[in-house]
């Protein structure tokens, strides 16, 4: 079991820079792939990043390629998404996941590889 808790969301003007963290807690958490998601209204679910449990091996998708950034404290259990020239269309709810499994499928970019899902933090990309 993993518990996760998301924080740093926010209002920032398009451009703009923020950053989100994630705090992991449970026994086994380092054995766990990290990552996040993010849902905007009206629409499903969607991958943006993801990183080992090493920490070393990274995936992100296509919309924020050059733009976020993840990274992982295995000491202190937590990730973070430094998320920069941020859009509009980056507005959503963002949530951490946890899966013990997902580096090793592959399936990084499928909301049903990640068992384990915070409660989400909004983000809004507005003037």
């Known amino acids: 079991q993993v518990q996760l808790e998301e924080s740093g969301g926010g209002l920032v003007q398009p451009g703009g820079s923020l950053g989100l963290s994630c705090a992991a807690s449970?026994?086994?958490?380092?054995?766990?792939?990290l990552g996040w998601f993010r849902q905007a209204p009206g629409k499903e679910r969607e991958f943006v990043a993801a990183?080992?449990?090493?920490?070393?091996?990274?995936a992100d998708a296509d919309p924020v390629k050059g733009r976020f950034t993840i990274s992982r404290d295995n000491a202190k259990n937590t990730i973070s998404l430094q998320m920069n020239l941020l859009k509009s269309e980056d507005t959503a709810v963002y949530y951490c996941?946890?899966?013990?499994?997902?580096?090793?499928?592959?399936?990084?970019?499928?909301?049903?590889?990640?068992?384990?899902w915070g409660q989400g933090t909004q983000v809004t990309v507005s003037s």
């Open positions: 996941v946890a899966s013990p499994e997902v580096f090793a499928t592959g399936r990084w970019a499928r909301s049903e590889e990640w068992p384990y």
């Open positions: 449970g026994p086994t958490v380092s054995q766990y792939a």
């Open positions: 990183v080992s449990r090493s920490g070393l091996v990274k």
